[in-house]
């Protein structure tokens, strides 16, 4: 990671955290309570997710228009590069598809050109950037989403998004370097969030 060693953000609690708590009544005696403080602190966790700008995206010409849907939610970049993806990747990143009928056309789909990858951090920005995605065939995805608004095709669906924590890591792990990602600061994180939601 390309990034000065103090860290900004706090380490990850879980829901059910379970604290110890001790406490000195009137008398002086100590007295010693299991507490569940999940309501208490904040749980919510910056998250990086990988996100893939397909082929058709770069052919349509809509680069640019589909970072800043990203940008405008508030979302922070941490990596962003221009890649041509070979077959192996892509074998590797489509693995779960792998007995589907269209594998190879999917594979050969992201390779007609390079692609854009892109990492995009924030509070729950796994799930957000899915949101934003929309359902994977852009014909049935939401009016207001990335592929309801720019795609007709359930291939040429204009964006990858990772769709959950630990396919993230295995994504980003993929297709960014630890020198390929950026830990900096973000001047405007009080307009984003309220202070206890980052
Ligand atoms: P996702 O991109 O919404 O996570 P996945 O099921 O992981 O959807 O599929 C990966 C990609 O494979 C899709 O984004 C799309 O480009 C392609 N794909 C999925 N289902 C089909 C299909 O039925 N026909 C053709 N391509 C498909
Ligand atoms: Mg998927």
Known sequence: MNSPPPLLLPPPISKSLLNIILQI???????????????LININR???????LKPCTIQ???IGEIISRFERKGLKLAGMKMAWLTDEILSEHY?????KPFFQRIKDAMSVCPVI????EGVDAIHVVRQLAGATNGRNAQP???????SMSVQ??????SDSPET?????????????LFDYKMNNLLAIYANDEF
């Open 156 to 161: 040429e669906n204009i964006v990858h998004a």
């Open 168 to 180: 993230a890591i295995t994504e980003l792990k993929r297709f960014f370097s630890d020198d390929e």
């Open 60 to 62: 349509r010409g809509l």
């Open 117 to 120: 990858v892109c990492c995009w």
């Open 46 to 52: 910056m998250e990086k997710t990988l996100v893939i």
């Open 25 to 39: 009544n009137l008398s002086g005696i100590i007295i010693l309570s299991l507490t569940d403080t999940s309501n």
């Open 144 to 150: 207001g989403t990335i592929r309801g608004d720019y």
């Open 95 to 99: 693995a779960h598809l792998k007995e």
